[in-house]
């Protein structure tokens, strides 16, 4: 019986040595594999032999993600070969891999997504406004009569802001007659996205009554209009005139611009800008009264 459960025991170490010895040699077959394929094709990294094959191709690949706008670098990019059946349309092969520097991402991409044409461009022959509005937008342009309108002319292109307009009206209480301040402030759009800034100094040529001695006489008139016109002139100042173009739908472009027409002292708006990256809609009441900001007790 003691004979039988040694020699059992004797039979289970052996075949333990043995099945140890074989992963031993496994991973030592692997590794010389290896080796050998990193020893030899002049250079090429493995992923490269591994995907080679009938049609496979050299092209250039991302090395980090690439946002929307952003340009590109030669340290973002590299070179993998890509076995036929993943190529893409529009690949950049690896001999044009010098081309894409210093262009710009027309869309997201990822790490290791290979480059195509579609997504990126150099803007040559692209440099107008309708390639800058989103799809599905309009873009609008405002006249800004005064700086702190626009929070104080800081805004640039790319930044996000929310659109505030007020009205300043009147309403007439009907049981007393009495005329009551009516203003209304609320906002008419939010995280739109400033197409453009454009900042001028314009010559503003104050008005001067031509009328005076002379009326009736032409010489006399052709004077004064002549004198006039120099007063004008002498008078006349430089001024900072602010512009500013947004992108919005359809029907909130037509809000903004009924607020643009009426006369300052009737309906104005404020630009908001947005913390960059805060996409958030704006939670809780968006339109105030006269009445919210002194409320009768």
């Keep these: 019986m003691n004979r039988s459960i040694a020699a059992a025991t004797s039979s289970s170490s052996r075949n333990r040595g043995v099945l140890l010895l074989a992963c031993a040699f496994g991973l030592l077959s692997a590794l010389l594999v290896f080796a050998f394929l990193n020893g030899r094709g002049d250079g090429q990294d493995l992923d490269s032999r591994i995907f080679a094959g009938e049609g496979a191709e050299t092209v250039v690949v991302l090395t980090r993600n690439v946002a929307v706008g952003e340009k590109i670098t030669s340290d973002m990019l590299t070179t993998r070969?890509?076995?036929?059946?993943?190529?893409?349309?529009?690949?950049?092969?690896?001999?044009?891999?010098s081309s894409l520097v210093g262009k710009v991402a027309t869309a997201p991409m990822y790490a290791g997504e290979q480059v195509i044409d579609a997504k990126v461009t150099t803007y040559v022959g692209q440099d107008t406004l309708a390639y800058k509005v989103p799809q599905g937008m309009r873009a609008i342009s405002l006249q800004v009569p005064h700086e702190a309108w626009i929070a104080a002319g800081l805004p640039q292109p790319g930044d996000r802001v929310d659109i505030l307009g007020i009205t300043t009206l009147s309403k007439v209480d009907p049981l007393t007659g009495e005329e009551k301040p009516n203003v209304v402030?609320?906002?008419?759009?939010?995280?739109?996205?400033?197409?453009?800034?454009?900042?001028?100094v314009v010559k503003t040529v104050p008005k001067v009554d031509a009328g005076g001695s002379g009326a009736g006489d032409p010489a006399a008139t052709e004077a004064?209009?002549?004198?006039?016109?120099?007063?004008k002139q002498e008078n006349a100042t430089y001024e900072k005139a602010i512009s500013i173009t947004l992108a919005l739908p359809?029907?909130?472009a037509a809000k903004v611009a009924l607020?643009?027409?009426?006369?300052?002292?009737?309906?104005?708006?404020?630009?908001?800008?947005?913390q960059k990256g805060d996409a958030d809609p704006i939670t809780g009441k968006q339109v105030w009264t006269y009445d919210d900001l002194f409320p009768v007790r």
Excluded at 259 to 274: E, H, K, S, T, W
């Design 81 to 97: 070969t890509i076995p036929a059946a993943a190529l893409l349309p529009g690949r950049v092969k690896d001999s044009e891999l």
């Design 185 to 200: 402030a609320g906002y008419i759009a939010q995280d739109v996205e400033v197409l453009a800034i454009a900042q001028a």
């Design 224 to 231: 004064s209009a002549t004198t006039s016109g120099a007063v």
């Design 250 to 252: 359809p029907d909130l």
């Design 259 to 274: 607020i643009d027409a009426m006369r300052d002292d009737v309906g104005q708006y404020r630009i908001l800008p947005r």
